[in-house]
């Protein structure tokens, strides 16, 4: 995402602001083994991503490790979110973690 910034000048019904981009240019596909978390590198210049997986997936943003929920209750707010569709890059955040616990492809795509 080094290139030029784009501006989304979609409308909705009714001439609404329409708060969906495009389809990004910038589009990332991990494999995921089921197993392993993957760390995900925010682009220069991404601020918000889309992720779509073929099967349940966790992430966990701001440097921590995703981790597939145990058997007992996490109140200490450290817990991974299931399958989030879009997210806004956190603060100054470089980097998110996925985990799956079935092998799978994950997109991740990026904008601005």
């Not at 990332?28 to 992720?51: L, Q, S, V």
């Not at 981790?67 to 109140?75: H, K, Q, R, Y």
């Amino acid at each position: 995402m080094s290139g030029p910034q784009r501006v989304y000048d979609t409308v909705g019904p009714d001439g609404a602001p329409d708060l969906t981009p495009q389809i990004s240019d910038f589009v990332n596909c991990y494999d995921m083994d089921g197993i392993n978390p993957k760390t995900i590198a925010w682009p220069t210049n991404a601020n918000y991503c889309n992720i779509a997986g073929t099967a349940n997936y966790w992430v966990a943003a701001a440097g921590q490790t995703a981790a597939v929920p145990a058997t007992a209750d996490n109140t200490s707010g450290t817990g991974s979110a299931l399958n989030p569709a879009q997210r806004k890059r956190y603060h100054s955040e470089t980097t998110f973690s996925i985990i799956s616990s079935t092998a799978q492809f994950i997109t991740v795509e990026f904008w601005n």
